[in-house]
């Protein structure tokens, strides 16, 4: 019984991805809610959906924000809800949320359920500026907030502690215009969280403390009690008094660490404690207090007295240098005029801080894209050093911020105008060589795109290993990367690189690149719709088809006029297949979706039946995606018997005996997915007798069963059904009567879907009993025996004498003549009578050949004993005289035997001396073949080094060369046979090991040893040879050997590759 599988797949999208039933999540269109989407699971194990919402209002400002939405059955349609992380804040720092885009980026944790939502264009104050630096949120399993996450930030260079030291004294005069100073320098600092404070302490005899550092947190309020600050007079001006006591006392009540240290003192005389002046003055040093002094002239100037001592005093009080430290104005009123040089040196302080990053880092917009890794989480940062951009970590340790000089090697500094935006994506691959590496996109890069792979230690040491590069400028390559281990071994087989803004023939098309880590070099992915952006998001996603391998889906938010669309591709044997397995239309699922596929995530089971689902973003709405159970439907068919026997006529139909049988047709299901045990299967099936003829072989009893039918099976259940037909009197014994098996599902839009690469048709041969013994091969033994009735010459001139002829009175003369017929004058025809005996096992297409001379006419066959033996005659070629005669066709039995006398008709018009009647019997015949194999068993051995690179394919190592002898030893002539020959061409890793440089064959002819044998010694036409990949690793080289007795040569010249192998 033979098996034969078919294969009856029409062209079209579906799989196993449900479009039919669906979840749609919908939000706010008007806060991009469904930009971001990621799968998430909390502390109880209940599963929910996270959606982006980087538009979303938060009172009035419009933060962006993070809705969990539940996939209970108990919610309501929506069931989603805002976890509020608009509310996140840097402590002590005058933020700006509105306008950030939280949940722009939203990337969650497998190993502990987390999730961390970023908002890249937070933004800070910093004196007149605001710097978009960017913050993320982790938030736990539980949905509470844990950490605030921004590597960027960097403390305002206005982040100061000023304590005012006043000179309140009698000779202050008039207070008014003291007081004016303060209100208009107090105006120009930028008191705030994470700015300036500002404490203010009067002194003349006493030291009295206006206010404190910690009391007032805008410039409103510190202006407001500065107004109501009065002269506290004295008679004495106890300078080093109020300078230690603001040292001292003051930038401890409510000063902050880190802040640089300012102090302004204002006098307008000499000290009367002159003598712990200098104490004061380096106390001061040591705590790092910038001071600025200021001289007021005119209590001198109004009594004409020289200064110049007061002003030693004051350039002794300021810190060096004095040009930046020191003021004098000629009185009270000219305060005024100083307030804005003093404003400037205050804030000139803090520039470039020591490693060179300060203005670097101002505008990254940190966030722009994240990254879990093993000791924190990768961010992008697109604004970083002049938009070129940067890759920072932060870890509980603390940040990570390479230096710029890490990037200039890649993204040299006469490229820097072009805003490479390195950071728009990263992500991280795994190989088996080097571990784990990261992976940075830079779609801007000299407008064409790049993407690096690189190490970041944790002391901030950056590394670039290697980069690719985009081939269109404005492509916009690398703006999407994601890392595809596609046989789930923890090692990355392949890193996809997208370039959604891909233009061909002129139209934004999209390409997505495949790269093998191994080699960095690979193909790519195209699609051919209008405006597509294909790749614009890329979701490797576990085994969706059961085959074992891990799966991918990529986007295309602008098909369909921007409805949008996702493709799912199949992966097998570490290799993304080119062609996508379904296409999901946004217009499939639900009208009105806009950019369906701008973000896709797909890592687990959402509904609880085992299978991974996913999760696809678009314009206001978030769509879930069941997958469904791939199952294998497995039709058998066994015969009762085994085998037709024609010889038993056990029943009948229509009035004549036919043989009886039935076929015993089994169905089974297993999933290649998960799937419930219980769950009903509902299948459809049909049988058919493929019998493409007029008057079939056999014939089903009931014609119903020729009908679809329908069954009900559970997941691993066996069901059989009887299927009874019997086989009609036929002489077509030699070929098998076929039984197709066709199945199907009953309803394929709902539960499982089919195996796409299992049979739907199965063809199972039922074959006749050919009467022999169990090895299925009948031996057969004819025996031909042929008399004429022609007399011999003896015979005629035995007879009287008046029927001699001339001729008779000469036998004595001519010899022995007894094997000569004699045809008599009057004779017109001649008969020749033949017994055909079998004395072995049935005889299969026996052929009988007649061959006669021309002066015969072939008459009749005449079959003269009675037998069921049949004897059809026909003419192969009317100039030939010759009848082919097919001996009961198909096969004569065994035991059996047949006479039959052929008629023969002389000829009127052709005479020869002579007739013969050739009578010649062909049997089907197998032969034995016996060949002889040798090839060289020693050749030369090499080392396999890996000190050079893969990517220089010119350097070619030794050859290697290998010797084969094939040669037939065997009588008999063989045809057709192939010889394969498999060399490792790569290792596992796709290293390239051997390449064929040379390969010849050389014949050598045998001579002939018979006659006989001289017709098989034939020539090898061609030696042409075909080299076919064979997977991964192998290389196999066929040909064909064409005769018997020749000895064929070939050697086969490899050239070895000295490359890395891993």
Excluded at 520 to 525: A, C, E, I, M, S
Excluded at 896 to 906: A, D, G, H, Y
Aim: hydrophobic share 35%.
């Amino acid at each position: 019984m033979k098996i034969v599988f078919l294969f009856l797949q029409g062209f079209h999208d579906c799989f196993n991805i449900d479009t039919k039933r669906h979840r749609i999540i919908k939000g706010p269109k008007q806060a991009q809610f469904g930009y971001t989407v990621q799968q998430h699971v909390a502390a109880g194990g209940e599963k929910w959906l996270l959606v982006g919402a980087p538009y979303e209002m938060n009172g009035p400002y419009q933060t962006g924000d993070v809705y969990k939405c539940s996939l209970s059955k108990r919610t309501n349609s929506n069931g989603c809800s805002k976890l509020n992380l608009g509310r996140i804040s840097l402590t002590n720092v005058s933020e700006r949320k509105d306008k950030m885009r939280l949940g722009m980026t939203l990337t969650s944790n497998r190993k502990d359920n987390s999730f961390v939502a970023c908002g890249p264009l937070w933004s800070y104050e910093c004196g007149s500026s605001y710097y978009s630096t960017g913050i993320c949120s982790r938030v736990n399993a539980s949905f509470k907030f844990s950490r605030t996450i921004a590597p960027a930030f960097q403390r305002c260079e206005t982040y100061m502690d000023i304590v005012i030291v006043l000179d309140g004294s009698n000779s202050i005069y008039p207070w008014y215009e003291v007081q004016a100073f303060l209100i208009n320098i107090l105006q120009k600092f930028y008191i705030g969280p994470g700015q300036i404070q500002v404490g203010v302490v009067q002194y003349g005899e006493k030291v009295v403390h206006e206010f404190k550092l910690s009391d007032y947190k805008s410039v409103e309020e510190v202006v407001k009690r500065a107004r109501s600050i009065n002269q506290r007079g004295g008679e004495e001006t106890n300078t080093a008094l109020g300078i230690n006591v603001a040292r001292s006392e003051a930038f401890k009540q409510g000063g902050r660490r880190g802040a640089k240290k300012v102090m302004i003192v204002i006098t307008d005389g000499e000290s009367h404690d002159s003598a712990d002046l200098q104490q004061a003055i380096e106390d001061s040093e040591k705590d790092g207090i910038t001071r600025y002094a200021i001289a007021v002239l005119g209590y001198y100037n109004r009594r004409g007295i020289n200064p110049e001592a007061f002003l030693n005093e004051i350039k002794y009080i300021a810190s060096d240098p004095d040009d930046k430290h020191f003021f004098n104005v000629t009185d009270e009123s000219a305060l005024k005029d100083i307030v804005d040089a003093l404003g400037e040196r205050i804030f000139s302080l803090e520039g470039t801080s020591k490693n060179g990053t300060a203005f670097g880092l101002q505008m990254s917009q940190a966030g722009f894209s994240a990254h879990n890794v093993e000791d924190g989480i990768l961010v992008g940062a697109v604004g970083a050093y002049d938009w070129n951009g940067a890759v920072l970590k932060e870890t509980r340790q603390g940040k990570v911020v390479p230096p710029k000089s890490s990037y200039t090697q890649e993204f040299p500094e006469e490229l820097k105008n072009h805003g490479a935006y390195l950071g728009y994506t990263v992500t991280s691959v795994v190989s088996a060589k080097n571990g784990r590496l990261l992976v940075a996109g830079a779609p801007r890069f000299n407008h064409t795109g790049k993407v690096i792979i690189f190490t970041l230690k944790n002391s901030g040491n950056l590394t670039i290993l290697h980069s690719l590069k985009g081939q269109q400028i404005g492509s916009y390559y690398g703006s999407e990367i994601a890392p595809v281990d596609i046989d789930g071994d923890g090692i990355t087989d392949n890193l996809l690189v997208a370039a959604p803004m891909f233009f061909s023939s002129g139209l934004e098309k999209g390409k997505v690149y495949i790269y093998r880590v191994t080699e960095l070099v690979g193909t790519n992915l195209n699609k051919h719709r209008l405006n597509a952006r294909f790749g614009s998001s890329l979701a490797p996603v576990p085994d969706l088809n059961g085959d074992g391998f891990n799966d991918l889906v990529v986007g295309a938010p602008l098909e369909d006029d921007h409805k949008g669309a996702i493709y799912v591709f199949f992966c097998q044997h570490n290799r993304i297949l080119r062609k996508y397995k379904q296409r999901i239309a946004a217009a499939d699922l639900a009208p009105g979706l806009q950019y369906f596929g701008r973000s896709i995530h797909g890592t687990m089971d959402m509904n609880d039946d085992g299978l991974v689902d996913l999760a696809v973003g678009s314009l206001g709405a978030a769509v879930l995606l069941w997958s469904q159970s791939v199952i294998r439907i497995y039709a058998t068919v066994r015969f009762e018997p085994s085998k037709i026997n024609i010889f038993v006529k056990d029943c009948q139909r229509g009035g004549k005996d036919v043989t009886c049988m039935s076929a015993i047709v089994c169905f089974n299901i297993t999933a290649r997915t998960a799937i419930h045990p219980t769950q009903e299967i509902g299948i459809k099936y049909n049988v058919s007798i493929a019998e493409r003829r007029f008057n079939p072989r056999a014939i089903l009893d009931n014609p119903n069963k020729l009908q679809p039918q329908n069954l009900t099976l559970f997941p691993g259940e066996e069901t059989c059904e009887h299927i009874y037909f019997h086989v009609m009197e036929t002489t077509d014994y030699a070929r098998p009567i076929v039984f197709a098996v066709q199945v199907g599902l009953q309803n394929p839009d709902h539960g499982p879907v089919l195996d796409e690469s299992w049979p739907t048709v199965v063809r199972t041969e039922l074959p006749f009993w050919n009467g022999c013994d169990e090895d299925d091969r009948c031996v057969p033994d004819l025996a031909l025996q042929s008399m004429t009735d022609l007399m011999t010459r003896n015979q005629f001139c035995a007879q009287p004498v008046q029927s001699r002829g001339a001729f008779c009175h000469h036998v004595s003369e001519q010899g022995t003549e007894g094997s000569l017929r004699v045809i008599e004058a009057n004779r017109r025809r001649m008969v020749v009578d033949v017994r055909l005996e079998n004395k072995g096992e049935n005889a299969y297409n026996a052929r009988l050949n007649i061959t006669y001379t021309r002066n015969l006419r072939f008459s009749s066959l005449i079959v003269k004993d009675n037998t069921d033996i049949k004897i059809e005659c026909y003419i192969e070629d009317k100039l030939r005289n010759e009848k082919i005669c097919n001996v009961s066709a198909p096969f004569m039995r065994a035991k059996t035997q047949v006479i039959f006398r052929l008629e023969f008709e002389f000829s009127r018009t052709v005479f020869l001396e002579h007739v013969r009647v050739i009578l010649e019997l062909l049997l089907t015949c197998l032969f034995m073949f016996i060949p002889y194999f040798k090839r060289d068993s020693n050749p030369t051995r090499y080392e396999i080094k890996s000190e050079l690179s893969l990517e220089e394919p010119g350097i070619i190592g030794p050859p290697l060369n290998f010797t084969f002898q094939i040669q037939n030893l065997g009588y008999f002539p063989v045809k057709d046979l192939q010889l394969n020959i498999e060399i490792p061409e790569m290792t596992k890793n796709g290293n390239q090991l051997l390449q064929i440089s040379d390969f010849h064959i050389d014949q050598v002819s045998v001579e002939p040893q018979s006659e006989r044998q001289s017709y098989a010694l034939l020539r090898l036409l061609s030696c042409d040879w075909i080299i076919i990949a064979h997977g991964r690793g192998l290389v196999s080289v066929f040909f064909l050997l064409l005769a018997f007795g020749i000895c064929y040569y070939l050697e086969i010249v490899f050239c070895g590759h000295s490359s890395s192998v891993t």
